[in-house]
């Protein structure tokens, strides 16, 4: 669509690039301002080796302007400063092109500034703003650019990835590119972190609670409620291994898990909660997953969660 535009002249005055993290989104937002600014540009996209190419991938190109959070923000005074800049000329070319990253950082008086911009925009300037949290960009903001949805990767594409990146085995790539969601940064994230040896640590944990039915929630909460578990990501494991239960119990096809290498624990989940019960833990653990992103008390929670979950 981008290449189409280019190619055709047709470029909006302000795009949305919005997806979950690690898809590529600031990665084509800088192709997209090689193609504008490239001066050999071959069928909607910028060659990569001239100069002007060359210093907008180096962040150096003075008709590039790269906006993003300071402590935290976005704040108007960064965006009164963008706005200067753009009344003179572009520097070099007949375009300038504006990268905003993590828009929805953006207070309300900065995305309020950042309106007029975008509702008489100078005819040289192209806005792209970047978000991976489309429901907190302003609907003000939003009306006013050309939306452009970026999608979760195959897990085939992110598991290529990390096997030609980190040089890992194929089944340990399958897994990590499985449970990342689509998203490149977090698979990375979940190799570096010992990701592998801790869900297998949380399986044996929950196996044994799960022998011991309701006798078992107590050992079970204090294991999750230790420093060095990351409840948030313990619940979202369990929650896929609930689903390759559901999933193995009902195809039996071991190539669809999210975690092949652990078929074992699927049946042995099948076997105890059956159809109805996994798709009630299913449940569980989604509401449980929101409940602590909203801040709910974590132990409290946790007790709750567990208890539920072994007494199915």
């Known amino acids: 669509m ?3 535009a280019v190619k055709s002249g047709r470029v909006s005055h302000a795009y949305l690039f919005y997806g979950i993290d690690g898809v590529g989104k600031c990665k084509c937002a800088i192709a997209f301002a090689q193609a504008l600014l490239c001066r050999d540009v071959d069928d909607g996209e910028g060659c990569g080796i001239c100069l002007s190419c060359r210093r907008i991938q180096q962040g150096l190109h003075p008709d590039v302007l790269f906006i993003g959070p300071e402590s935290g923000q976005i704040r108007i005074q960064a ?3 963008l706005t200067e800049s753009l009344c003179v000329r572009p520097v070099e070319g007949n375009q300038r092109v504006v990268i905003i990253s993590d828009a929805e950082r953006m207070n309300l008086p900065a995305a309020n500034a950042l309106l007029k911009t975008l509702e008489e925009p100078a005819p040289s300037t192209r806005i792209v703003l970047i978000t991976s949290r489309f429901g907190q960009i302003p609907q003000t903001v939003i009306s006013r650019c050309q939306r452009v949805s970026f999608g979760p990767l195959s897990k085939a594409e992110v598991a290529s990835y990390l096997r030609d990146t980190y040089k890992i085995e194929e089944d340990i790539a399958l897994v990590i590119a499985a ?3 689509g998203s490149i940064s977090r698979a990375v994230k979940l190799l570096k972190s010992e990701y592998l040896l801790k869900r297998d640590e949380l399986f044996e944990t929950m196996l044994e609670a799960i022998q011991r039915n ?3 929630t107590i050992p079970f909460v204090a294991y999750l409620n230790r420093e060095d578990v990351d409840v948030l990501e313990s619940l979202n494991i369990l929650k896929m291994c609930f689903r ?3 999933v193995f119990c009902e195809l039996g096809e071991r190539e669809m898990l999210c975690f092949p290498d652990r078929e074992d624990v699927a049946v ?3 076997r ?3 159809i109805d019960g996994l798709l009630r833990c299913v449940d569980i653990l989604d509401e449980s997953l929101y409940k602590l992103e909203m801040n709910a008390n974590k132990t409290l929670t ?3 969660t567990v208890f539920r979950l072994l007494s199915q």
Do not use: H, I, Q, W
Request: glycine share 16%; charged share 25%.
């Open 302 to 304: 946790l007790e709750y």
């Open 268 to 270: 042995l989940l099948g």
């Open 79 to 81: 965006v009164r400063s």
């Open 179 to 181: 449970a990342s969601g």
């Open 272 to 274: 105890r909660f059956g």
């Open 214 to 216: 309701s006798r078992g």
């Open 2 to 4: 981008l290449k189409m």
């Open 244 to 246: 390759d239960a559901l």
